[in-house]
């Protein structure tokens, strides 16, 4: 079936860039997707590329995907204190059944 | 990585029946679960959260004696979607953690439930 893997960890300072990278196997994704997940809080969509683009960026959220590695990243630039948090990739294929990554817990230290 | 089983996978049902999913954390006490909706080429909707042992909390536009979400113990929440029509048809997630100290954070998710309502 279809697999989505992340990193569990991330440590970066403030005011760094935090890339946080997303590998899956399903080529039939039509959309991947970045959530965000605050401390007892549900999923927050951050943003979404559509499989046939290769970056999208949103302020300080830049997507990169490469289609023929599978591989997803979400770098967030100028990292800030509240942008800690668990992020999740997911793919969504043409059945619009999401697989999600386990998630990566990121860590921004003052 | 832990598991998350959510039952059924597919159902189909009449309008005006009731469906019942369930979710289940295989190898760790889910002190919060988290119900999502997907609608056609759209994101995840949160629902709901429910706390073991306590009434769920539902998001705004939610009906809550519609979607009936139980958690009593801490391996398995269930979402009852009432009298069901075929709007409610939908692709329906659940996601469990464990808030309960430690690291362990993460939020592991079921593999969903497609509901066509008929």
């Known amino acids: 079936g279809e697999d989505v893997e992340q990193s569990l960890f991330l440590s970066v300072r403030e005011g760094d860039s935090s890339v946080i990278n997303c590998t899956y196997t399903?080529?039939?994704?039509?959309?991947l997707y970045w959530y965000k997940q605050e401390p007892g809080a549900g999923l927050q969509l951050l943003t979404y590329i559509f499989s046939n683009m290769d970056m999208k960026q949103d302020q300080r959220l830049t997507v990169l995907l490469n289609k023929k590695d599978k591989h997803l990243s979400l770098r967030i630039a100028d990292t800030q204190t509240g942008d800690s948090a668990i992020y999740f990739c997911?793919?969504?294929?043409?059945?619009?059944?999401?697989?999600f990554g386990g998630g990566t817990r990121l860590m921004v230290k003052p | 990585g832990a598991v998350v089983s959510q039952h059924p996978s597919r159902v189909i049902c009449k309008s005006g029946t009731s469906v019942k999913i369930e979710c289940r954390s295989l190898?760790?006490?889910?002190?919060?679960m988290f119900w999502y909706r997907q609608f056609p080429k759209q994101s995840l909707m949160l629902m709901a959260t429910?706390?073991?042992?306590?009434?769920?909390?539902?998001e705004q536009g939610v009906e809550k004696d519609k979607f009936l979400i139980n958690h009593a113990s801490l391996t398995l929440s269930t979402l009852t979607v009432t009298s069901a029509h075929p709007e409610d048809s939908s692709f329906y997630i659940c996601?469990?953690?464990?808030?309960?100290?430690?690291?362990?954070?993460?939020?592991?998710f079921g593999q969903g439930t497609r509901l066509t309502v008929v």
């Open positions: 429910s706390n073991e042992g306590s009434k769920a909390t539902y």
């Open positions: 996601s469990a953690r464990n808030l309960r100290g430690g690291m362990r954070t993460e939020a592991f």
């Open positions: 399903d080529s039939s994704s039509t959309y």
């Open positions: 997911a793919e969504g294929n043409a059945g619009n059944m999401l697989t």
């Open positions: 190898d760790f006490q889910a002190t919060t």
